[in-house]
């Protein structure tokens, strides 16, 4: 048994890994964030990711996957979380022209970055699709092992979460010391170009299958 289990956690660590590594909102956000906080940027966010998580693994294992696999359900996910992402993105380009390096440097705001965490992975409805078919796929055979099973699937999903964000968190926030504000504002301006990107991605989804729903 415990060479299943490990063989659990080592799978979900590597198929988490290779979804994490992929861009999207969360890692957008961390990447401007980590510029101007720090490292702790990276693990605080991915608090807020795992506690959702936690939360979704749950209520997957409550019978919530029929749920989440709704058109209908898609659609509003899909329309909010674009319309949220295109708020966030906006907003970060309209204040490029007073960013700045200087004294913006602070101890990543723990609550502020945990909820960002949970806000910018429920507003990413190809976050819950991926747990409502890959996810559940993986529990349903964590299972057969018991609660131990699901843990091991668990912990090995969300360390690689925290490896990788952990790792680009530290890259930025050290290399700040190497560019100057011009190089600073174009970074968040490429993040929020990135965002806005997403929102449209997400728009559009939602979108078009609301037409081939009604």
């Given at each position: 048994m415990t060479i299943d289990l490990t063989a659990i956690f080592c799978t979900s660590f590597l198929l988490a890994l290779s979804g994490a590594i992929m861009p999207g909102p969360l890692l957008t956000v961390t990447i401007s964030e980590s510029s101007r906080r720090g490292f702790m940027v990276g693990p605080t966010m991915i608090l807020g990711h795992g506690v959702l998580e936690l939360v979704?693994?749950?209520?997957?294992l409550a019978g919530l996957a029929p749920v989440l696999q709704r058109d209908e359900v898609f659609i509003v996910i899909s329309l909010l979380g674009g319309s949220v992402l295109m708020w966030m993105g906006l907003g970060m380009l309209r204040g490029l022209s007073r960013l700045s390096l200087q004294g913006q440097v602070d101890q990543a705001?723990?609550?502020?970055?945990?909820?960002a965490g949970i806000t910018l992975s429920a507003a990413n409805?190809?976050?819950?699709?991926?747990?409502?078919?890959?996810?559940?796929?993986?529990?349903?055979?964590?299972?057969?092992?018991?609660?131990?099973?699901?843990?091991?699937?668990?912990?090995?999903?969300?360390?690689?979460?925290l490896a990788w964000y952990s790792l680009i968190s530290a890259g930025i926030a050290k290399g700040k010391k190497f560019f100057g504000d011009g190089v600073y504002r174009k970074l968040i301006g490429g993040c929020a170009l990135f965002l806005l990107a997403f929102s449209c991605w997400f728009l559009y989804g939602g979108i078009e299958r609301a037409l081939q729903f009604s």
């Amino acid at each position: 048994m415990t060479i299943d289990l490990t063989a659990i956690f080592c799978t979900s660590f590597l198929l988490a890994l290779s979804g994490a590594i992929m861009p999207g909102p969360l890692l957008t956000v961390t990447i401007s964030e980590s510029s101007r906080r720090g490292f702790m940027v990276g693990p605080t966010m991915i608090l807020g990711h795992g506690v959702l998580e936690l939360v979704l693994v749950l209520a997957l294992l409550a019978g919530l996957a029929p749920v989440l696999q709704r058109d209908e359900v898609f659609i509003v996910i899909s329309l909010l979380g674009g319309s949220v992402l295109m708020w966030m993105g906006l907003g970060m380009l309209r204040g490029l022209s007073r960013l700045s390096l200087q004294g913006q440097v602070d101890q990543a705001g723990g609550r502020n970055l945990v909820l960002a965490g949970i806000t910018l992975s429920a507003a990413n409805p190809y976050w819950l699709l991926w747990w409502a078919s890959i996810g559940l796929g993986y529990i349903a055979h964590a299972i057969k092992f018991g609660i131990v099973g699901v843990a091991a699937f668990f912990c090995g999903h969300i360390l690689a979460d925290l490896a990788w964000y952990s790792l680009i968190s530290a890259g930025i926030a050290k290399g700040k010391k190497f560019f100057g504000d011009g190089v600073y504002r174009k970074l968040i301006g490429g993040c929020a170009l990135f965002l806005l990107a997403f929102s449209c991605w997400f728009l559009y989804g939602g979108i078009e299958r609301a037409l081939q729903f009604s």
